[in-house]
């Protein structure tokens, strides 16, 4: 048997996108590009904002710079963090979605990207090590383990 994947072509109607607005768009540099739009559809389809969760929220944790950027997180930001997962779980378990007034938006969901500093710093910190080749600091002391 297969089955079917039904595409939801009212919400691309919805859109009222034409190749004029297209245009105007691109050379005008305003959100409304075709990117922007497909990133903004991609994130409310990907549903994990009716929970209340941002993109961060929801990245793989047992990504080393993953690891030990919640680490460096501040207890304050890592306790708001633990609060939405676990309302998420249990939204999830009763299979219920919050109010649509308390979803994340996608421009909220792109100003809060608490990770991104300590995840970039980490990196660095990485390169730096990886340049002058410390031979003497081994992948285990590493605060990140070996980054590629």
Known sequence: ??????FPWALIKNLQLSRRNFAQNQCCG??????FI???LAFEWSGYNKYGLYTHDVIDYNH??????LRRLPIDML??????????????????HLPKEKWVTYEQDLE???????????????AEINEFDC????????PAGKVK
């Open 30 to 35: 305003s959100k409304k590009s075709w990117g």
């Open 64 to 69: 080393p710079v993953v690891c030990e950027a």
């Open 38 to 40: 497909l990133r903004k």
């Open 135 to 142: 031979h003497n600091y081994s992948d285990s002391d590493s």
């Open 112 to 126: 809060y990207r608490y990770l991104g500093p300590y995840m970039e710093e980490i990196k660095a910190e990485q």
């Open 79 to 96: 306790d708001a963090r633990n609060f939405r997962i676990i309302r998420a779980l249990q939204l999830s378990f009763l299979k219920i």
């Open 1 to 6: 048997m297969s089955s079917s994947i039904k």
